[in-house]
């Protein structure tokens, strides 16, 4: 069943959330497990987010505690982590 629109395949940020793609702005959506069901509004979490465009995945990962990673720029080029926490710091 198609949950929401997106640019790229969600990810599943456990326990209870998916993260999507819509013009490269990374978003996170509520989901309640029991009746496979967005609930609530999307929360825009960051932008520029990279796609790879052959395989048309995005550059997103989570962990099942709680990290998220993503890379923003284009899908080529030199990769560089940079770690924040919660307030962006």
Avoid: C, N
């Avoid at 509004?41 to 505690?65: D, F, K, Q, V, W």
């Amino acid at each position: 069943r198609r949950l929401l629109e997106a640019d790229t395949p969600a990810v599943f940020a456990p326990p209870s959330h998916v993260l999507y793609l819509q013009h490269s702005t990374l978003f996170a959506h509520r989901l309640d497990p029991a009746t496979i069901t967005l609930v609530g509004e999307p929360m825009a979490l960051a932008e520029g987010i990279a796609s790879e465009a052959g395989a048309g995945l995005p550059a997103i990962a989570a962990s099942s505690t709680g990290t998220i990673v993503y890379r923003t720029g284009s899908a080529g080029g030199q990769r560089q982590f940079i770690w924040f926490d919660r307030a962006g710091k």
